[in-house]
């Protein structure tokens, strides 16, 4: 399982709101919530499901939460 309390140096908290990364979900059918990095990648800027693993990169402060565009640690 993903860590959802990462540290409050991670790139990605100066670039998107706070109350974004609280709401964020996946948008796979579980709707799990996202957490900022990567497995063994912390400090990438992408979102992990916290159920599913599904990778998001965040391109330009935009989440692209997009199914066809995810990718899985293993890729």
Request: hydrophobic letters at 35%; proline letters at 12%; charged letters at 25%.
């Amino acid at each position: 399982m993903v860590n959802r309390e990462p540290s409050s140096a991670h790139p990605l908290r100066g670039v998107l709101d706070p109350v974004l990364l609280e709401v964020l979900a996946c948008p796979a059918p579980d709707h799990a919530p996202l957490s900022l990095g990567e497995p063994g990648r912390p400090d990438a800027l992408s979102l992990t499901c916290t159920e599913c693993g599904r990778i998001y990169d965040v391109r330009d402060g935009i989440p692209v939460l997009l199914l066809d565009e995810a990718r899985h640690a293993d890729d």
